[in-house]
């Protein structure tokens, strides 16, 4: 029984972390969104748990925090690894590791751990507010590109799971956030290639425990002559318990075996001896192959998309498939309201792939090395000793060396975006001398430092890196800056705060001085004074540059008496850095760089008037 076709801005096919962020975002942006999932409610028991520090400091960054932290999550902050007891009488702690190291820098230096099923009801939540539901249970039957030349190429086909309805939506995008058995991945042909021919069976679960074992409320990486367990705190008092039951590597390997819950739990008993445990409840268990793979591409087009679990598969040590469907969903939104917003040319979607894909290539690198070692290497506790906090490197043990190099990774501080369109590298088509390459706190295609800083107008001290929500929203004619002037500029309200001038742009002006010294209307130049609300004094000590003039010009690396300009994509991340000049060369160099990749002429022959 056919429907009528609908025209929507894009189709979603599943509700899991990455559909739903994705669907959060472009739903706050205004977009018609269709969203289906094959399951009748979201998910109720196990799949991911781990929230990791920069995911945190993002979701902060969209209103989402409060909500999470409203559930009461466990937190880690700390590793303990446990090894064989020399006298072969069960297991010792052999050390402990902070689980987001100082030289992270990170806002929120811990994992925050929390059932996938509570952060899936709170992006639905936010959903329903902006006018997107999700449609359950249906699923997707077909797809195809109906006119190339349409605002509405694509053609896609539904189908409800318990009955005969169908509907067919006419849309501009496609995304598939279906996991690892993608219908959409298998009609495109996309092969997922596998990084190593080593492959694991793992149990997995979560229940409320009765034990001895001290460091139960800790992450631990257990190794034991019966095998590895990886403890992981819950939330409501519960632990989830991973236990190593098969790898390829055995004689007798089978990669579909599943093992009972009599099984795990006997084996994770084994493992934790001489420690007893026993389960009160169990809510969820599972068991499960795990290999690397990676899709060969993310995109054919650049209107049929996929992300998360569906373009890669790792183990679950890390704690990085949700995390990693965050960044991807994030990485993808900006884009597609960048084009669609008239703001950018359409070849930046290309960049959706070649960014995310490296990223899941590095995580796979990692995974698979990582995976191994946990399987194998048991460290010492004078190896584990020799890991520091500094981030200097030292000649240490293989086990340590790779779990200390991880943090930065699999904390999201880490996350490295190559050179491209957004980010500026000598080969970028803007060739000012005034780009800024060779900064060591301000590294293009990383996240940007966090800094304190006091807001002159209310006096407040905050965050500088949380000022300016996420959006995917300097007078020169026909700059950077005047050529995206908003259509209702005339009408805006006076206390509109982030986007007063441009739906694309928020500046925020930070002055080397006190707050008292700053008369905005005075040292201000007035095509930024609408700007009032993100005019900051770098007046807060900060113990990383205690001697410095102004703290978050150093954690920047700029000098407080030149400055700079830094451009943050939407994400975050750090686009280009560009120094202050006397006259237009600053300008010039701003719209150099934004030339590459916006959808209207910017820096041509005109009349010139610096900011």
Same mark, same amino acid.
């Given at each position: 029984?056919?429907?009528?076709?609908?025209?929507?801005?894009?189709?979603?096919?599943?509700?899991?972390?990455?559909?739903?962020?994705?669907?959060?975002?472009?739903?706050?942006?205004?977009?018609?969104?269709?969203? *289906? &999932?094959? !399951?009748?409610?979201? $998910? %109720?028991?196990?799949?991911?748990?781990? /929230?990791?520090?920069?995911?945190? +400091?993002? =979701?902060?960054?969209?209103?989402?925090?409060?909500?999470?932290?409203?559930?009461?999550?466990?937190?880690?902050?700390?590793?303990?690894?446990?090894?064989?007891?020399?006298?072969?009488?069960?297991?010792?702690?052999?050390?402990?590791?902070?689980?987001?190291?100082?030289? *992270? &820098?990170? !806002?929120?230096?811990? $994992? %925050?751990?929390?059932?996938?099923?509570? /952060?899936?009801?709170?992006?639905? +939540?936010? =959903?329903?507010?902006?006018?997107?539901?999700?449609?359950?249970?249906?699923?997707?039957?077909?797809?195809?590109?109906?006119?190339?030349?349409?605002?509405?190429?694509?053609?896609?086909?539904?189908?409800?799971?318990?009955?005969?309805?169908?509907?067919?939506?006419?849309?501009?995008?496609?995304?598939?956030?279906?996991?690892?058995?993608?219908?959409?991945?298998?009609?495109?042909?996309?092969?997922?290639?596998?990084?190593?021919?080593?492959?694991?069976?793992?149990?997995?679960?979560?229940?409320?425990?009765?034990?001895?074992?001290?460091?139960?409320?800790?992450?631990?990486?257990?190794?034991?002559?019966?095998?590895?367990?990886?403890?992981?705190?819950?939330?409501?008092?519960?632990?989830?318990?991973?236990?190593?039951?098969?790898?390829?590597?055995?004689?007798?390997?089978?990669?579909?075996?599943?093992?009972?819950?009599?099984?795990?739990?006997?084996?994770?008993?084994?493992?934790?001896?001489?420690?007893?445990?026993?389960?009160?409840?169990?809510?969820?268990?599972?068991?499960?192959?795990?290999?690397?793979?990676?899709?060969?591409?993310?995109?054919?087009?650049?209107?049929?998309?996929?992300?998360?679990?569906?373009?890669?598969?790792?183990?679950?040590?890390?704690?990085?498939?949700?995390?990693?469907?965050?960044?991807?969903?994030?990485?993808?939104?900006?884009?597609?309201?960048?084009?669609?917003?008239?703001?950018?040319?359409?070849?930046?979607?290309?960049?959706?792939?070649?960014?995310?894909?490296?990223?899941?290539?590095?995580?796979?690198?990692?995974?698979?090395?990582?995976?191994?070692?946990?399987?194998?290497?048991?460290?010492?506790?004078?190896?584990?000793?020799?890991?520091?906090?500094?981030?200097?490197?030292?000649?240490?043990?293989?086990?340590?060396?790779?779990?200390?190099?991880?943090?930065?990774?699999?904390?999201?501080?880490?996350?490295?975006?190559?050179?491209?369109?957004?980010?500026?590298?000598?080969?970028?088509?803007?060739?000012?001398?005034?780009?800024?390459?060779?900064?060591?706190?301000?590294?293009?295609?990383?996240?940007?430092?966090?800094?304190?800083?006091?807001?002159?107008?209310?006096?407040?001290?905050?965050?500088?890196?949380?000022?300016?929500?996420?959006?995917?929203?300097?007078?020169?004619?026909?700059?950077?800056?005047?050529?995206?002037?908003?259509?209702?500029?005339?009408?805006?309200?006076?206390?509109?705060?982030?986007?007063?001038?441009?739906?694309?742009?928020?500046?925020?002006?930070?002055?080397?001085?006190?707050?008292?010294?700053?008369?905005?209307?005075?040292?201000?130049?007035?095509?930024?004074?609408?700007?009032?609300?993100?005019?900051?004094?770098?007046?807060?000590?900060?113990?990383?540059?205690?001697?410095?003039?102004?703290?978050?010009?150093?954690?920047?690396?700029?000098?407080?008496?030149?400055?700079?300009?830094?451009?943050?994509?939407?994400?975050?991340?750090?686009?280009?850095?560009?120094?202050?000049?006397?006259?237009?060369?600053?300008?010039?160099?701003?719209?150099?760089?934004?030339?590459?990749?916006?959808?209207?002429?910017?820096?041509?022959?005109?009349?010139?008037?610096?900011?």
């Amino acid at each position: 029984m056919a429907n009528s076709t609908k025209s929507v801005d894009i189709v979603i096919i599943g509700a899991g972390p990455v559909g739903l962020l994705l669907a959060v975002c472009l739903s706050r942006w205004g977009y018609k969104v269709k969203q *289906i &999932d094959n !399951r009748d409610g979201p $998910t %109720t028991t196990g799949r991911a748990d781990g /929230i990791q520090p920069r995911s945190l +400091h993002l =979701l902060r960054n969209m209103g989402l925090k409060r909500q999470i932290m409203s559930l009461e999550p466990a937190r880690f902050y700390q590793v303990a690894f446990w090894d064989p007891a020399p006298d072969q009488k069960g297991i010792r702690r052999t050390g402990t590791h902070s689980a987001c190291p100082e030289f *992270i &820098d990170a !806002r929120y230096p811990y $994992t %925050t751990l929390l059932h996938q099923g509570l /952060i899936e009801r709170i992006f639905i +939540h936010d =959903l329903e507010k902006n006018g997107t539901t999700v449609q359950r249970p249906w699923t997707i039957t077909d797809f195809r590109t109906v006119d190339p030349n349409s605002t509405h190429p694509l053609e896609v086909q539904l189908k409800h799971v318990h009955n005969d309805k169908e509907e067919t939506v006419r849309t501009k995008y496609l995304f598939s956030g279906e996991g690892a058995k993608s219908f959409v991945r298998g009609k495109l042909g996309i092969k997922i290639l596998h990084k190593d021919p080593t492959s694991y069976v793992w149990g997995v679960i979560d229940g409320i425990v009765r034990t001895d074992f001290p460091d139960v409320k800790m992450k631990c990486t257990i190794h034991s002559d019966h095998g590895s367990v990886m403890i992981i705190p819950r939330e409501s008092n519960m632990a989830r318990l991973y236990v190593q039951i098969a790898s390829s590597t055995d004689k007798d390997f089978i990669s579909f075996r599943k093992a009972s819950i009599e099984e795990i739990q006997t084996l994770a008993k084994r493992v934790l001896q001489p420690y007893h445990i026993e389960w009160d409840h169990v809510e969820w268990f599972s068991s499960y192959p795990i290999g690397q793979g990676i899709a060969e591409s993310y995109t054919p087009d650049q209107r049929v998309f996929m992300g998360g679990d569906c373009c890669h598969t790792h183990s679950p040590k890390a704690g990085q498939g949700m995390n990693t469907a965050f960044h991807d969903a994030l990485n993808l939104a900006w884009k597609i309201h960048h084009v669609e917003g008239g703001f950018a040319k359409r070849s930046i979607l290309s960049t959706y792939e070649s960014e995310r894909r490296l990223i899941a290539e590095n995580l796979l690198d990692f995974d698979a090395k990582y995976a191994t070692l946990f399987s194998q290497k048991r460290p010492s506790v004078s190896e584990l000793s020799a890991a520091p906090e500094d981030n200097q490197d030292d000649k240490i043990n293989e086990f340590v060396e790779v779990f200390k190099a991880s943090q930065e990774f699999t904390s999201g501080y880490g996350t490295v975006y190559p050179e491209n369109d957004f980010n500026w590298s000598p080969s970028h088509p803007a060739k000012s001398e005034l780009f800024i390459w060779d900064n060591a706190e301000l590294r293009i295609g990383h996240v940007m430092p966090s800094a304190d800083v006091t807001r002159v107008v209310d006096a407040h001290g905050v965050q500088l890196e949380q000022e300016i929500p996420l959006n995917a929203n300097i007078g020169k004619r026909r700059s950077f800056y005047s050529q995206y002037v908003r259509d209702d500029i005339e009408t805006l309200s006076y206390h509109e705060r982030h986007n007063p001038h441009s739906r694309f742009f928020t500046i925020c002006i930070t002055y080397a001085a006190s707050r008292e010294s700053i008369d905005i209307e005075d040292v201000v130049p007035d095509p930024l004074v609408r700007y009032r609300d993100h005019i900051y004094a770098d007046d807060i000590f900060n113990g990383q540059a205690p001697d410095a003039g102004g703290p978050a010009h150093a954690k920047m690396g700029l000098k407080a008496e030149e400055g700079g300009v830094v451009v943050v994509r939407p994400d975050g991340h750090v686009g280009c850095v560009v120094r202050l000049a006397e006259g237009d060369g600053t300008v010039d160099a701003l719209n150099e760089y934004f030339a590459a990749f916006v959808s209207k002429p910017v820096g041509q022959r005109s009349v010139l008037a610096s900011l």
